[in-house]
């Protein structure tokens, strides 16, 4: 991470969602879920967002970054992310069968990004191997890249995913939608400091059933918090918030009694209203609660990611 004499800044957060909201008893009527609309209302889910049929991923993530456009003045690096790997991919399956040349599997999105926002010049690279911790992944990447090449000076973060038509949108007893989210992390000053993170993978529970995903939810996110904790030389009564991803809330409950931490400082704003949007999740609840005025200045905010893989990523941030 940068240093104190080096710090990196996040700032400028962009959001988009599906065009289409939906509730949750809608959608178990279209046959998209698999508990009862009843029960992941009591899990603290309303309604979610999916994607017109036409909607490609890649116009999430331009949906998502046209809302920062005027703040992207110097960037020097881009990463886009996906949780699914098909989402990372805008080429013809068709065309490659037709013709046997790999050129059309390879239209990548983030090439589409740098030139639709004029952003030649800038460094590319693609994450889509880490599920819904991709867009933490993606955030610790650029600090690196701007670590290690301060020159660059700024880096834009985007996730944008996408479930396929006919696929099923929840996971894990958990209502998905579809969207993007982004962020931009500078060498110079910003609202928010990262101050810490951290990451662990698990690859032997690749294919986790959703049971096992959620009891070694709990477990590793409480490693990964304390061993993040450590990293920072901090401890939990240094956190003022805990902004996760939307997940149950009875899994929050549980956490909570593990860590010992209040659970009105689990902040999920945007949880009923968006439900779990893939890798964006920590970005949305964090832009709505800048955009409340939720946060003050010196407050510290843990940020905590799983996915499947099985993986997990932390990112620690005061507000400057």
């Known amino acids: 991470m940068g240093t104190a004499a080096n710090p990196i800044y996040l700032d400028h957060l962009c959001v ?82 037709a013709t046997g040349d790999v050129k059309y599997l390879m239209d990548f999105p983030v090439s589409h990004l740098q030139a639709d926002f004029d952003l030649e010049g800038a460094l590319v ?54 969207g993007a989210a982004g962020c931009v992390l500078s060498v110079a000053p910003g609202r928010l400091r990262i101050v810490g993170e951290h990451a662990i993978t698990n690859g032997a529970m690749a294919f986790a059933s959703d049971d096992e995903t959620i009891g070694a939810y709990l477990s590793y996110t409480h490693r990964l918090i304390r061993e993040a904790l450590e990293r920072a030389k901090l401890g939990l009564g240094d956190i003022h918030w805990i902004v996760p991803q939307n997940l149950n809330r009875v899994t929050w409950q549980v956490m909570c009694s593990l860590l010992r931490f209040d659970r009105e400082r689990v902040l999920s704003p945007t949880m009923a209203e968006v439900g779990h949007m893939i890798s964006g999740d920590n970005i949305l609840n964090l832009k709505a609660l800048l955009d409340d005025g939720r946060i003050a200045p010196g407050e510290r905010l843990l940020l905590p990611m799983a996915g499947y893989g099985l993986n997990w990523h932390c990112l620690i941030l005061e507000a400057e």
């Open 16 to 97: 988009a969602v599906g065009e289409l909201a939906s509730t949750v008893e809608e959608s178990a009527a279209r046959g998209r879920l698999l508990s009862r609309p009843e029960a992941l209302r009591e899990a603290g889910f309303e309604r979610h967002h999916i994607c017109a049929a036409a909607t490609t991923p890649y116009e999430l993530a331009r949906a998502a970054v046209e809302e920062i456009r005027p703040r992207l003045s110097g960037i020097g690096a881009l990463v886009y992310a996906t949780s699914l790997p098909c989402n990372g991919n805008l080429g013809d399956p068709a065309r490659f069968a």
């Open 125 to 178: 690279l693609g994450v889509n191997q880490l599920a819904c911790t991709s867009l933490l992944g993606a955030i610790r990447l650029a600090r690196m890249v701007l670590t290690a090449e301060p020159g660059l000076g700024r880096a834009l973060c985007v996730t944008a995913d996408r479930f396929p038509e006919g696929a099923l949108h929840e996971q894990a007893y958990n209502l998905i939608s579809d």
